[in-house]
């Protein structure tokens, strides 16, 4: 049975928030796993206070803590796309559908995760998602992977109606948080509010995806 999962997201980080926890649970029972990161977040918001990074050295740091997370959950085959943080609306969508594509037909997942199209908030989460489908419903229709797509515009459940799957991730807790840790240039605040948080808490141990209509 093919159960190959492809993980697509813009973002070092972008997996440890809504997904990380689905990974674990995959590659802990001997699933094959494949992430596609587009870029190394050159432009993160968090440079710490007082700095720890200038502009020429944070996508260094984040290289390092995105294969720091990858390892946290059991991700083994990281493809890193060396796109420009902030750039994604810019590429040519085509093109870049091309590229997911070559990797589709290499590992032939059974699921793809990525971002909902119009639902993802942040301009290179869109692209990346519009991407996707882009690459997906170019393909035959019998041999489409599912496309499971993670939504959190504040409209999300008001427009798609509530997520067709919610994955309880708690028996993986730990190795998500350890995702979640490994991007600590970018994630404190989150690892804070969780462990203050008893709502934040029951929040990181529930995944939620729309399935997309293709």
């Known amino acids: 049975m093919n159960d ?23 590659t802990k029972k001997g699933s094959p796993v494949t992430y596609i990161c587009l ?16 502009r020429e050295s944070l996508p260094l740091i984040r290289q390092k803590e995105l294969e720091n997370a990858c390892a946290a959950v059991g991700i083994k085959d990281l493809r890193q796309f060396g796109l420009r943080d902030k ?3 810019f590429e040519d969508e085509q093109l870049l559908a091309d590229q997911f594509l070559t990797v589709i037909d290499e590992v032939k997942p059974a699921t793809i995760i990525t971002f909902y199209p119009g639902y993802s908030v ?6 990346t998602g519009r991407a996707v489908v882009r690459a997906v419903k ?6 489409r992977p599912e496309l499971l797509c993670v939504a959190f515009a504040r409209n999300s459940e008001e427009d798609l109606g509530a997520p067709h799957i919610v994955t309880d991730v708690s028996d993986v807790f730990e190795d998500k948080m350890n995702c979640i840790k490994a991007h600590r240039s970018q994630t ?3 690892v804070n509010s969780v462990e203050k948080d008893p709502a934040m808490l029951e929040w990181v141990q529930k995944e939620r995806f729309w399935r997309y209509p293709l």
């Open 4 to 26: 190959h999962l492809l993980v697509i997201f813009p973002h070092p980080d972008d997996e440890a928030f809504g997904v990380s926890g689905t990974i674990a649970q995959h």
């Open 138 to 143: 170019g393909m035959a229709e019998s041999d």
């Open 39 to 54: 870029t190394l977040g050159q432009m993160g918001r968090n440079m710490g206070n007082p700095p720890f990074a200038t």
């Open 87 to 89: 750039t994604i609306e």
């Open 122 to 127: 942040h301009p290179d989460h869109e692209a």
């Open 188 to 190: 404190q605040w989150l």
